[in-house]
Structure formats: structure tokens, C-alpha cells
């Protein structure tokens, strides 16, 4: 208890601008803390997410089942996102008339890879901050900690004898602006280093994921088209039991020459 009284003294005492720079440093490391457990548990439910999905995915469960399950989920995971991407252009492609397996296979890697961009942006979300906090906070706590030396001489200034308990108040001041200055720094250069790693392991498992699942959509073109090419091909049944509405009789056929036309077109 009295060594918090001790640090809740330092700073009614300390000068405006070691209060400034205490201030500052508190704020960060406030915020640095909240973007950290955020940050944490995001990655959690991520990874988490992922191996479900994958699960999912490799047990040999319907891709279109699979995707009409993902439009009812309210927060999708990375993966996911990709996967819905990927496989609603491919739908959207396919549909497509006389639409080449290569043309198919570009717009499907183009579509997965903007949903992975996006995904990265999401995942980098508050690492800016962190790092600025990482960088700086040294060097904010310094800025204090040279300036409250500064005071502490400048008061020996007019005194005959000093003693150490003139300077005390101001080195001791100074001390802490560098102790919170390293209290905010710390922590968010291991969690950023910490989330670097958590996103590249992400995005090489997502980059994976979209080879395979471009492989997967390939294979089961392939498929179809066989399956479609070895069906017997029967003619075309048409009607003849109505009469042709539309004969065409050029004008200079005569009467019986047109009807030898309209017989011969109907058999």
C-alpha cells in the first residue's frame, strides 16, 4: 500500500511534462492490453474455426451442401470466407455456356485470392498499434525520464551543498517515466511478434486450402464432363403430329408443286 502511495506521490509532484508523458504511457498501455486480448481470442476462435471447417471439408461431405451451409452461420472464419468465394464463381462460371476449364479455374483463384487479401486485412487489425507502441514507448519514457533529470539538477542550482535528497525526487520520477515507458513497450512487442506468426501460419493454411480446392472443383468437372460425354446420345424426338404452321412456299412454285413441298417437308 505504500508503495502505491509512493508512485501516486511521484506523479502529483512530477513536473507537467513527466505527468504528460506518465499520461500518455498509461493510455497506451491501456489500449495496447485491451488490442491484445482482443487480438487473442480472435486467433483462438480462428484456429478453432479452421479445424472445423477442414474437418468438414475432408471427410467428403457435398461442396454444395457444405456451401449452403455457410450462408446460415453469422461469423465465418477465414476459410470459410475463402471457400464461399471460391466456390460461388466457379457455380457463377459454370453456368456459363461453352466456358473453358482454364477460364473457370483463373476466376475461381481470382475471386479466393481478394477474399484473402481481405481476411489478412482483418487479421492485421490493431498491429499498427502495437507496433507504433512497441517503438515509441521507449523513447517517450526517455524523453521523461532526461527531462526529470534535467529538473532534478536544476534544482541543485541554488543550493551551496547538495545532498542526495535534493535529486532523489527527480531521478526517482524520472525512473518511472522510463519504467512505464518499458511496462507498455514490453508486452506489445511479444504480442505483436506473437500475432505475426499467427497470421502466417493462417495464410499458409489458407493458401493450401485454395490449391486443394481448386483441385477438388477441377476434378469434379472432369467428372461431369465424362459422365456427360459417355451418355448414349439418342436423336432429338420431335412431334409430327401437328402439321408445320410456318412452310415456307416460294412464290413461284404453282399450286401442285406447293402442296409436293408442304408433303415432303411433313414426312
Request: with cysteine; aromatic share 12%.
Amino acid at each position: 500500500m505504500n508503495y502505491d502511495a509512493s508512485l501516486l506521490n511521484y506523479f502529483l509532484h512530477a513536473s507537467l511534462v513527466v505527468k504528460c508523458v506518465m499520461v500518455i504511457l498509461l493510455t497506451a498501455s491501456v489500449f495496447s492490453w485491451s488490442f491484445i486480448l482482443q487480438r487473442f481470442f480472435y486467433f483462438r476462435r480462428m484456429k478453432r474455426q479452421v479445424k472445423k471447417f477442414e474437418q468438414s471439408f475432408w471427410t467428403g461431405e457435398d461442396l454444395a451442401r457444405l456451401y449452403a451451409q455457410t450462408k446460415h452461420q453469422e461469423i465465418l472464419s477465414g476459410i470459410e470466407v475463402i471457400f464461399r468465394a471460391g466456390f460461388k464463381e466457379f457455380q457463377r462460371i459454370q453456368m456459363r455456356a461453352h466456358t473453358s476449364l482454364n477460364l473457370m479455374i483463373e476466376n475461381t483463384k481470382r475471386a479466393m485470392h481478394v477474399a484473402l487479401i481481405r481476411e489478412q486485412d482483418k487479421m492485421e487489425t490493431h498491429l499498427p498499434f502495437l507496433a507504433i507502441v512497441a517503438s515509441t514507448s521507449p523513447y517517450i519514457g526517455l524523453f521523461g525520464t532526461v527531462w526529470g533529470i534535467m529538473q532534478a539538477f536544476r534544482a541543485l542550482a541554488n543550493v551551496s551543498q547538495a545532498t542526495i535528497a535534493m535529486v532523489a525526487p527527480g531521478i526517482a520520477e524520472a525512473l518511472i517515466a522510463t519504467a512505464l515507458g518499458l511496462f507498455a513497450a514490453i508486452p506489445a512487442v511479444i504480442a505483436y511478434n506473437r500475432f505475426l506468426t499467427e497470421i502466417g501460419g493462417l495464410m499458409n493454411r489458407y493458401e493450401g486450402f485454395q490449391e486443394e480446392l481448386v483441385n477438388v472443383l477441377v476434378r469434379h468437372s472432369k467428372d461431369e464432363d465424362r459422365g456427360f460425354a459417355a451418355q448414349p446420345s439418342h436423336p432429338r424426338e420431335v412431334d409430327y403430329t401437328e402439321p408445320k404452321k410456318h412452310a415456307y412456299v416460294p412464290p413461284h412454285y404453282q399450286a401442285d408443286e406447293a402442296m409436293d413441298l408442304l408433303e415432303t417437308t411433313v414426312e
